[in-house]
T-cell receptor
Framework: AQTVTQSQPEMSVQEAETVTLSCTYDTSENNYYLFWYKQPPSRQMILVIRQEAYKQQNATENRFSVNFQKAAKSFSLKISDSQLGDTAMYFCAFIFNNNDMRFGAGTRLTVKP | DTGVSQNPRHKITKRGQNVTFRCDPISEHNRLYWYRQTLGQGPEFLTYFQNEAQLEKSRLLSDRFSAERPKGSFSTLEIQRTEQGDSAMYLC??????????????FGPGTRLTVL
């Protein structure tokens, strides 16, 4: 069974600084996709970044980047130059073969001014 | 706006009543998913459709829950004889089956259900 673990229930960071959110997963599949989703308070979930497991290069999207370690089954998210609008719940998610998505329990990130 | 929409956004009901939620996916997306999210937790999979066919159901989906997607477009999720434990946010998502967004799911705003 595929499981996703986020070991940091809450984190905080000062505005303009860098923060890294951790995620590990367990699967026997070889071709899969990993995602980080952001869910602001009382707002809908939006995609932050995606990583295809067959790609060795780590994905980046502006201030967001990942450190994908396939052998270690680790998929961390780095947010650079944190902004107040980054305050949200962040969910790590796993999917293969376009089936159901498995989510971690989430990390609540607070960016402090 | 061509995003995923869900109605109603909020529903308050009394225990034992039936409720129905609607999801309208992004029009060109073949797959539609339902998830349940309780406070402080990640979404949990309930069921998904490819076009009008329901391909998988989670064991979380008891026989009081039923979902349909009759014409492969919008979907409904019905909960019969609601219980207080059904109180949660019900999320709908859709995804295409072709690249470049293959496997990416686009979420709606959710329907928050409160069972009194």
């Amino acid at each position: 069974a595929q499981t996703v673990t986020q070991s940091q229930p809450e984190m905080s960071v000062q505005e303009a600084e860098t923060v890294t959110l951790s995620c590990t997963y367990d699967t026997s599949e070889n071709n899969y996709y990993l995602f980080w989703y952001k869910q602001p308070p009382s707002r809908q979930m939006i995609l932050v970044i995606r990583q295809e497991a067959y790609k060795q290069q780590n994905a980046t999207e502006n201030r967001f980047s990942v450190n994908f370690q396939k052998a270690a089954k680790s998929f961390s998210l780095k947010i650079s130059d944190s902004q107040l609008g980054d305050t949200a719940m962040y969910f790590c998610a796993f999917i293969f073969n376009n089936n159901d998505m498995r989510f971690g329990a989430g990390t609540r990130l607070t960016v402090k001014p | 706006d061509t995003g995923v929409s869900q109605n109603p956004r909020h529903k308050i009901t009394k225990r034992g009543q039936n409720v129905t939620f609607r999801c309208d996916p992004i029009s060109e997306h073949n797959r539609l998913y339902w998830y349940r999210q309780t406070l402080g937790q990640g979404p949990e999979f309930l069921t998904y459709f490819q076009n009008e066919a329901q391909l998988e159901k989670s064991r979380l989906l008891s026989d009081r829950f039923s979902a349909e997607r009759p014409k492969g477009s919008f979907s409904t999720l019905e909960i019969q004889r609601t219980e207080q434990g059904d109180s949660a946010m019900y999320l709908c998502a859709s995804s295409p089956t072709l690249a470049p967004s293959y496997n990416e799911q686009f979420f709606g705003p959710g329907t928050r259900l409160t069972v009194l």
